[in-house]
């Protein structure tokens, strides 16, 4: 079945960066756009970026430009996501998901927390 | 930037009654494609995000038929006909923008059980 499998939670420092990956299985991992989606502890949901498996286009929200990098390995089927600079308020659940028209497809999540 | 701006936000309904979630869009969300990447999401308590509706009202696959989307351009609303225990979450819409490239989503709508 489709399914997106991320990595475990993560505890950084203020300062340092994380990196958290996203397997894919189940579907054509290059057809189609994969989203990094992230949730503050009882807040909504943000979107942060995205990379085309296929073609490694990335597009970026304005407020991570220079912070987050989106990459994919199309051998293992993972997409992988690196925060730099992180502070407390980058403490959140971070999502991948799949984009057929729509994020049909999430994983599981990842807790970031972000604590000195 | 497109910001969508959901009403209610927060839903107390009784079993069996219907409940409705509107979203409204700072701007239009036609795509230069003709088509409009309006969907609705819902976040079970301690769940990630699920798909519900795509394409303003296109039920996703395994989605209860009791889910209904419709609107058009800038208006959208997301209709629960019976509320069931399991519906109680947070339900999302959101929106792709072409140029420049971003995704959206409205503040989240709680729907509980009176």
């Known amino acids: 079945q489709v399914q997106l499998v991320q990595s475990g939670a993560e505890v950084k420092k203020p300062g340092a960066s994380v990196r958290l990956s996203c397997k894919a299985s189940?579907?054509?991992?290059?057809?189609?756009?994969l989203h990094w989606v992230r949730q503050a502890p009882g807040q909504g949901l943000e979107w942060m970026g995205m990379i085309h498996p296929g073609r490694g286009t990335t597009a970026y929200a304005q407020r991570f430009q220079g912070r987050i990098t989106v990459t994919r390995v199309t051998s293992t089927s993972t997409v992988y996501m690196d925060l730099s600079n992180l502070t407390s308020d980058d403490t959140a659940i971070y999502y991948c998901?799949?984009?057929?028209?729509?994020?049909?497809?999430w994983g599981q999540g990842a807790m970031v927390t972000v604590s000195s | 930037e497109i910001v969508l701006t959901q009403t209610p936000l927060s839903s107390p309904v009784t079993l069996g009654q219907p409940a409705s979630i509107s979203c409204r869009s700072s701007?239009?969300?036609?795509?230069?494609?003709?088509?409009?990447?309006l969907s609705w999401l819902q976040q079970r308590p301690g769940q990630p995000p699920r798909l519900l509706i795509y394409?303003?009202?296109n039920r996703f696959s395994g989605v209860p038929d009791r889910f209904s989307g419709s609107g058009a351009g800038t208006d959208f609303t997301l209709k629960i006909s019976r509320v069931e225990a399991e519906d109680v979450g947070i339900y999302y819409c959101m929106q792709a923008t072409q140029f420049p490239p971003t995704w959206t989503f409205g503040q989240g709508t709680r729907v509980e059980i009176k």
């Open positions: 998901a799949k984009d057929q028209s729509a994020f049909d497809i």
């Open positions: 701007q239009s969300l036609v795509h230069s494609d003709g088509n409009t990447y």
């Open positions: 189940g579907y054509t991992f290059t057809s189609y756009y």
């Open positions: 394409k303003i009202s």
